[in-house]
């Protein structure tokens, strides 16, 4: 059975891309476009990824981040921040909020699939 | 009767023209945002490798146009091969070319969507038409094109960008800092000649951006700008002196503080030693804590809780007294210090 993506931004190029490049490398996938429904999207659907905005519309991607640690459910879940925030204090705060790794944009999605891929990995 | 007539049409005829315009826009909005919608997919579909450019759209129509669009918008997303291959749609389909040709139109805003394109697909061969809407006779016109060279890269936009600058045309500074920010430290050597610009303006921005970047390499050109002509300058390379650290820099921005120079001169340099940290000038920075210019007292104490052990002991030393001053020193020595050399003069 492939593996469930969630992709959550609010850029809808942006995440129609996502989509496509990883349904193009055998994922399942699903979309949100703000934090709030993505929170809510995560604990329904529990995927085994998800990749998350850090600036977003109603819920930051680090209190989306910070949420999905605290509940059970999505505790161990691997995250990956999609954002254009490339500071190392950006980089700190994303890892301290729980976040398995990062992406900077703009993105390679070459880059963005392998990164999805070994994070899933390690998570198995 | 006749005139009241007419003096009803006189009111009802703009009214109606509005609302008849506000409804054509409105429509022709609500269209574009259909075709929009619709060829979203195939936009999308090219970045994937999944839609073949014979299928799409020919270039000129109307949904050849937003494809275009989309695709434009898709570019700056991305890096790497997706990226390139993207651009290469666009040149295969005669996008890029047709661009390059509206930079030409009579039209100023098919001549900024023209630059915006082309900058926004990092079309490097497209410098010399981007060079030439610098200076257009539309201010938007320039302020796209200097964005779009920024956004190009590299070393050859920065002379047009800096050249931009001068007048009859110019365009604005903040606008060239940004780009040439956007342009990264490739154009370093083209910023050190800038410091030798006819425009002031060009050069105050030179070393502002020399700084932006730490360029070592171009302390002594920094140095030599601190006796220019103009004070900006003189001013913005003290600011870059202080951001590339060098301690070569010390002596000149102590002199510079020795001539009669302005207020705004005076508070770079005092920033600037105290970024570089050399304690040289420790005793100098803690007589300027009696200073009765503006903001002079605070950057000095600032400067001087910067260098250090020579630094903090000026600050300690003048941290006893009552008055500007000491409050000043207290305050750079931070809140710690603050308490302490307060109970000191409590107790004195």
């Given at each position: 059975?492939?593996?469930?993506?969630?992709?959550?931004?609010?850029?809808?190029?942006?995440?129609?891309?996502?989509?496509?490049?990883?349904?193009?490398?055998?994922?399942?996938?699903?979309?949100?476009?703000?934090?709030?429904?993505?929170?809510?999207?995560?604990?329904?659907?529990?995927?085994?990824?998800?990749?998350?905005?850090?600036?977003?519309?109603?819920?930051?991607?680090?209190?989306?981040?910070?949420?999905?640690?605290?509940?059970?459910?999505?505790?161990?879940?691997?995250?990956?921040?999609?954002?254009?925030?490339?500071?190392?204090?950006?980089?700190?705060?994303?890892?301290?909020?729980?976040?398995?790794?990062?992406?900077?944009?703009?993105?390679?999605?070459?880059?963005?699939?392998?990164?999805?891929?070994?994070?899933?990995?390690?998570?198995? | 009767?006749?005139?009241?007539?007419?003096?009803?049409?006189?009111?009802?005829?703009?009214?109606?023209?509005?609302?008849?315009?506000?409804?054509?826009?409105?429509?022709?909005?609500?269209?574009?945002?259909?075709?929009?919608?619709?060829?979203?997919?195939?936009?999308?579909?090219?970045?994937?490798?999944?839609?073949?450019?014979?299928?799409?759209?020919?270039?000129?129509?109307?949904?050849?146009?937003?494809?275009?669009?989309?695709?434009?918008?898709?570019?700056?997303?991305?890096?790497?091969?997706?990226?390139?291959?993207?651009?290469?749609?666009?040149?295969?389909?005669?996008?890029?070319?047709?661009?390059?040709?509206?930079?030409?139109?009579?039209?100023?805003?098919?001549?900024?969507?023209?630059?915006?394109?082309?900058?926004?697909?990092?079309?490097?061969?497209?410098?010399?038409?981007?060079?030439?809407?610098?200076?257009?006779?539309?201010?938007?016109?320039?302020?796209?094109?200097?964005?779009?060279?920024?956004?190009?890269?590299?070393?050859?936009?920065?002379?047009?960008?800096?050249?931009?600058?001068?007048?009859?045309?110019?365009?604005?500074?903040?606008?060239?800092?940004?780009?040439?920010?956007?342009?990264?430290?490739?154009?370093?050597?083209?910023?050190?000649?800038?410091?030798?610009?006819?425009?002031?303006?060009?050069?105050?921005?030179?070393?502002?951006?020399?700084?932006?970047?730490?360029?070592?390499?171009?302390?002594?050109?920094?140095?030599?700008?601190?006796?220019?002509?103009?004070?900006?300058?003189?001013?913005?390379a003290a600011v870059a002196l202080g951001r590339i650290g060098s301690p070569r820099a010390v002596e000149p921005l102590v002199r510079l503080l020795g001539e009669i120079v302005t207020i705004d001169e005076r508070r770079c340099a005092i920033s600037a030693l105290g970024a570089i940290g050399s304690p040289a000038p420790a005793e100098l920075l803690a007589a300027m804590l009696d200073s009765n210019e503006a903001e002079i007292p605070r950057r000095a104490a600032q400067a001087l809780g910067r260098m250090?052990?020579?630094?903090?002991?000026?600050?300690?030393?003048?941290?006893?007294?009552?008055?500007?001053?000491?409050?000043?020193?207290?305050?750079?020595?931070?809140?710690?210090?603050?308490?302490?050399?307060?109970?000191?003069?409590?107790?004195?």
């Open positions: 059975m492939p593996a469930r993506i969630l992709v959550v931004d609010d850029d809808l190029n942006l995440r129609e891309i996502v989509v496509l490049k990883l349904q193009c490398a055998g994922f399942d996938m699903f979309a949100e476009s703000d934090g709030e429904t993505g929170l809510a999207a995560a604990r329904v659907l529990a995927p085994d990824l998800i990749l998350l905005d850090w600036m977003m519309p109603k819920m930051t991607g680090i209190e989306v981040c910070h949420a999905l640690r605290e509940d059970e459910k999505t505790s161990a879940t691997p995250i990956i921040m999609l954002t254009a925030k490339a500071q190392v204090e950006d980089l700190q705060r994303g890892f301290m909020a729980g976040a398995t790794d990062y992406v900077v944009k703009p993105f390679n999605p070459t880059e963005l699939v392998a990164r999805v891929s070994a994070a899933l990995e390690r998570a198995a | 009767m006749y005139l009241v007539g007419l003096a009803v049409c006189a009111l009802v005829a703009p009214i109606a023209a509005s609302v008849v315009v506000k409804l054509v826009r409105e429509r022709t909005a609500s269209r574009s945002l259909a075709r929009a919608t619709r060829l979203r997919p195939d936009a999308i579909k090219l970045v994937a490798d999944a839609v073949t450019t014979g299928g799409l759209p020919a270039i000129g129509t109307r949904d050849g146009r937003v494809l275009d669009r989309l695709v434009v918008e898709i570019v700056p997303l991305l890096r790497g091969a997706d990226k390139t291959a993207l651009v290469l749609v666009l040149e295969e389909r005669g996008t890029v070319a047709a661009a390059r040709k509206r930079t030409y139109a009579a039209s100023a805003l098919e001549r900024a969507h023209a630059a915006e394109m082309l900058g926004a697909l990092g079309i490097r061969r497209a410098l010399p038409e981007l060079a030439r809407l610098l200076h257009d006779r539309s201010e938007e016109v320039r302020i796209v094109a200097a964005r779009a060279l920024g956004k190009l890269g590299g070393a050859r936009a920065v002379p047009f960008l800096l050249a931009s600058l001068e007048e009859p045309r110019p365009v604005p500074v903040s606008i060239v800092s940004m780009a040439l920010l956007h342009s990264g430290p490739a154009g370093i050597e083209e910023l050190r000649a800038g410091l030798g610009s006819g425009s002031s303006t060009a050069r105050a921005t030179a070393a502002e951006l020399l700084g932006q970047f730490g360029a070592i390499a171009a302390s002594d050109d920094l140095i030599v700008a601190l006796a220019d002509s103009d004070e900006r300058t003189r001013a913005a250090g052990d020579a630094g903090r002991r000026e600050l300690r030393a003048r941290s006893l007294e009552v008055g500007p001053a000491g409050a000043h020193a207290r305050e750079a020595l931070g809140s710690d210090s603050d308490t302490q050399a307060t109970r000191r003069l409590t107790t004195a």
